[in-house]
């Protein structure tokens, strides 16, 4: 009794720190908040159930992710979530005003669409080393996979959303392009450079990083 | 023909591992070379760098705040489904011995429970809320620790103490996040004090909001039970002030004298209570209010000044049409304290003394203070606890003698009564619930044999006495919920303790009332019951008959239930006794001279549940294994609009602790909602109470052995969690 008094402690003290990040995580592979929610509490039981499999509570991290990854591979097997759902990956309920809203959904919707294009595993692994900021073993870890194949699947997984964000800013500019001709008002953004934005204010970062 | 592979793609490869770690000095070498040389890898490396930095870019999603608040109740049905199949002895270790090492303590089960919950809510509250100056915890996501609005409803928390009866009555409009259950404290509190002799203890209650009635279960020091009632003005609006004496009080009848022994087995009760005429003229017709036939071993209930007669004549008259309203008059109330003996001290004596009763609405002087007044005593109370009807105007209970001498009838009460009336007369009859203004009754088809005894419901109209059998299975003792539409319900083996019957195995499950409810359906049923039972003639009986057939069911208890004990063995006999101390008898209990038999049925090989149909029962505790966990004990409450109800269970009769759960109910389907459970199992005292739209239960106290008052809310603002620290839970009850 005390193995599980004590598992449900560390349990709860896992869901205070890693809660919020795995259902992060999980929103983005599952695209649906509440049933992101849901996976996130089945993750926490799982975590409860298996916690003799912890071997080393420093690993605590990574082996969260691995459980919520195989519950939504599972979830998502199961359902057959169909991809390319609009999703603006904005969460309802939050503060901020339309206008934020608009342009957040505009700059990360083609993100978020183009991550939901990715082959499962594919989007797992670059959620996890960039999102979520795994690294080396750790990823692999989360991954369930060895060193190697993490590393492979991070590779391939970065080469498939240059080409998914190709696919969905040619569609957006598309999209410009109609509304255009349609007479409706134009929107002031040079949809298919856009990129360059976030491109520039990367490297006006990196330059005061290198400075500083 | 295979497809022309890319040539550019290794180096992709290159490009993002690169990203991600050291290239080796080779492999940067040849990047670097063809980089020099493409322009589209050139671009492709710009593209994989933009795209890692939208990615960080992509902000944190919240979650959603009751994501903790499902999250522990899914945990917390884990360990109760671990504690069930793993942490339990198995089946066969399960000795008498071990039972009896455990009769004044908890069980196994809630012990381990308690260990994981104290030390579940240790780590929430040092993880949770790192400090005790409730600063929000780290992390984009952390739940503020800020109280909220709830919808306001009095909690009232009664106690005996040696100065009386001490009723509080609390406002809980504000709730905390369950992560944060101390964010805020309970609002005001008020006190009154109900004149009412001490050395009691509370055992349950039952407090019918609407219009302030109070029902009190006490025990004395030998076990021996009191049913009492106390009528409470203004307690469904918390709002004024109780200072000093009330405003007015509720009716006041002299106390009937203690319960003879040998009543039970005396002329049955058969007058109609709808002509209060003929029981108002004579109070001492039935022998159980005939002072002379108290015996002398229970002087404790002897009355201090023989009962007026003028006092309960006016009093009854006044109210027995169930007029509550107006029984609380000045005039009917002034004219009740002469017979008022049982209830001592000052406030009696204060409020005879100010004689003339005020305006309604003054509250700064009162003739009288409203009072305990004991309905029925020296019985053991079993079946469901004591309830008021749906409106409030009749209260009605089971209870056998306290000597055992025979079986257990129902009563019932209603205000300007002076006493408890029979409603039955078979000593067989156990109440559960009501239906609507009908008693439901659940009553054993023979005593007589060792083989599994059957329970049969039964619906008796209190005002013509008028009683169907059921039509269905109503399992025993059906908690109807006030709407008629479901009853949650016990199924399982049932077993004689000398006159009484307990329930050995069994468990919980939803039944759907309408199909069995008989006063639901047109055509009353065909007196024989289903299952062919042999007191089918019970069934729609014309009070006379009725009566004759009871008497007989009861002598034929009579002379089985002493024939049963010898056949006991002795050795358990004793240990029965030993175990068969307080709380043993509370639900469908023996009495202390019961003997064998309840503890073990002998190895019969009968299923469980009974195979007898019922209609749809879905269980309630689908995981519950009847064998190493049978429900032996267990409360069950409705919330008033039928959404929800609680279910107290123990495996171990007489337990303190037990797993209280409140679950969801489907009004569109009248199924359970798992999924979203009110309140997940956790650890709870006996006595709990459902509002409307919460709980109060005594959760496990890391400061306090005897517990703490909890309160959970639930609604659109999501769950809500209180700690109520004021009260003394060892000593009261709380009750919405």
Same mark, same amino acid.
């Given at each position: ?55 080393? $509570?420093?690993?605590?991290? $990574? ?121 409706? $008002? ?11 934005? $976030? ?14 | ?110 012990? &381990? ?164 005429? &003929? ?241 639901? &359906? ?147 389907? &009248? ?66």
């Amino acid at each position: 009794m005390t193995d599980r008094a004590g598992a449900r402690a560390c349990v709860e003290e896992l869901y205070a720190e890693h809660h919020a990040e795995i259902y992060s995580y999980l929103c983005r592979m599952l695209r649906d908040d509440e049933l992101a929610a849901d996976l996130t509490q089945e993750t926490f039981v799982k975590a409860f159930r298996a916690y003799d499999t912890l071997l080393d $509570p420093a690993r605590a991290r $990574p082996w969260l992710y691995q459980i919520a990854g195989r519950t939504a591979l599972d979830e998502l097997r199961r359902r057959r979530l169909v991809r390319f759902v609009p999703w603006t990956g904005e969460s309802r309920g939050t503060d901020s005003s339309a206008e934020e809203v608009a342009l957040r959904g505009r700059l990360t919707g083609e993100m978020e669409r183009a991550l939901a294009a990715l082959p499962e595993r594919q989007r797992m692994a670059l959620l996890l080393a960039e999102v979520h900021d795994l690294t080396g073993l750790e990823l692999a870890e989360a991954l369930g996979v060895s060193h190697v194949a993490a590393r492979a699947v991070l590779t391939r997984a970065r080469e498939a959303l240059r080409q998914a964000l190709t696919v969905e800013r040619a569609r957006t500019a598309v999209a410009e392009a109609e509304r255009t001709l349609r007479g409706a $008002p134009a929107v002031s953004r040079p949809s298919t450079l856009s990129w360059r934005r $976030p491109g520039n204010h990367r490297e006006e970062r990196d330059d005061r990083e290198d400075r500083g | 023909m295979r497809p022309a592979v890319d040539p550019h793609l290794p180096f992709r490869r290159l490009l993002a591992e690169r990203l991600d770690g050291v290239l080796t000095h080779e492999d940067t070498a040849r990047l670097r070379a063809h980089l020099a040389t493409c322009p589209r890898c050139r671009m492709a490396e710009r593209a994989y760098l933009r795209d890692r930095q939208l990615l960080r870019r992509l902000t944190p999603r919240p979650p959603p705040r009751d994501l903790w608040v499902k999250t522990a109740a899914a945990l917390d049905r884990e360990i109760a489904r671990w504690a069930r199949h793993a942490g339990q002895p198995p089946h066969g270790a399960r000795t008498q011995r071990g039972r009896r090492a455990r009769r004044s303590e908890s069980p196994v089960l809630m012990l &381990s429970a308690l260990a994981s919950f104290v030390l579940g809510v240790a780590v929430v509250g040092t993880q949770l809320r790192p400090s005790s100056r409730m600063e929000p915890p780290d992390g984009p996501a952390a739940v503020l620790p800020t109280p909220f609005d709830v919808p306001t409803q009095a909690l009232a928390f009664v106690e005996l103490t040696d100065e009386g009866l001490a009723i509080y009555q609390t406002t809980v409009d504000r709730a905390c996040p369950p992560v944060a259950i101390d964010c805020a404290e309970a609002s005001t509190t008020r006190r009154r004090v109900v004149a009412a002799p001490g050395e009691l203890t509370a055992v349950d209650l039952d407090l019918h909001e609407a219009n302030g009635h109070l029902a009190l279960l006490t025990s004395d020091d030998l076990g021996n039970d009191t049913v009492s009632v106390v009528i409470l003005p203004g307690v469904k609006d918390p709002t004024p002030a109780f200072v000093g004496p009330l405003p007015s009080d509720g009716p006041v009848a002299p106390v009937s004298p203690p319960l003879s022994p040998a009543s039970p087995s005396g002329p049955p009760d058969v007058r109609p209570p709808s002509t209060p005429a &003929s029981s108002d003229a004579g109070p001492g017709a039935g022998p159980e209010v005939t002072p002379d036939a108290s015996p002398a071993g229970t002087a404790a209930g002897s009355p201090e000044a023989p009962p007026s007669p003028s006092g309960p004549a006016s009093s009854s008259d006044a109210a027995t049409t169930a007029a509550v309203e107006a029984s609380a008059s000045p005039g009917s109330s002034a004219g009740g304290p002469d017979g008022s003996a049982r209830s001592t001290g000052a406030p009696s004596a204060e409020g005879r003394s100010s004689g003339v009763g005020p305006s309604l609405a003054v509250p700064s002087t009162s003739p009288v203070p409203p009072e305990l007044l004991a309905v029925l005593e020296d019985v053991h109370v079993v079946g469901a606890r004591p309830a008021w009807s749906p409106d409030g105007g009749m209260l009605a209970f089971s209870a056998m003698p306290a000597d055992a001498s025979a079986g257990p009838d129902v009563y019932t009460w209603r205000a300007g009564d002076s006493s408890a009336r029979r409603l039955t007369n078979d000593s067989l009859s156990y109440f559960a619930s009501w239906s609507g203004g009908r008693v439901v009754v659940s009553r054993p088809q023979s005593m007589s044999d060792d083989t599994v005894i059957r329970a049969s419901t039964f619906v008796i109209d209190p005002g013509t006495r008028l009683e169907r059998l059921a039509t269905g299975d109503g399992g025993w003792l059906p908690a109807i919920d006030p709407s008629g539409r479901s009853a949650i319900t016990w199924h399982g083996e049932l077993a004689a303790v000398g006159q009484a019957v307990a329930p050995v195995r069994g468990a919980l499950s939803m039944v759907d009332w309408r199909a069995i409810d008989p006063f639901s &359906s047109t055509i009353p049923t065909d007196p024989v019951g289903p299952a062919g039972q042999a007191d089918g003639s019970l069934v729609t009986a014309a009070p006379g008959a009725g009566a004759g057939a009871t008497a007989e069911a009861a002598e034929k208890s009579s002379r089985t239930g002493p024939r049963r004990g010898e056949r006991g063995e002795r050795g358990e006999r004793g240990e029965r006794g030993e175990r068969g101390e307080r709380g043993q008898r509370r639900q469908a209990s023996p009495a202390p001279v019961a003997s064998s038999l309840a503890s073990e049925p002998p190895a019969s090989p009968s299923l469980l549940p009974s195979t007898e149909p019922w209609p749809h029962p879905v269980p309630v505790e689908p995981e519950r294994d009847l064998r190493t966990d049978p429900v032996r004990e267990w409360q069950i409450h409705w919330s008033a609009d039928s959404s929800a109800f609680g279910f107290w269970v123990t495996e171990t009769p007489g337990a303190a602790w037990g797993q209280l759960a409140v679950l969801r109910v489907d009004p569109s389907s &009248s199924s359970i909602d798992r999924e979203s459970s009110l309140l997940a199992p956790t650890l709870a005292r006996r006595s709990f109470t459902l509002g409307r739209d919460r709980v109060a239960w005594v959760a496990p106290s890391e400061e306090r052995a005897d517990g703490e008052l909890r309160l959970r809310t639930w609604g659109s603002p999501g769950f809500g969690s209180l700690r109520i620290r004021q009260f003394d839970v060892s000593t009261g009850l709380p009750a919405f």
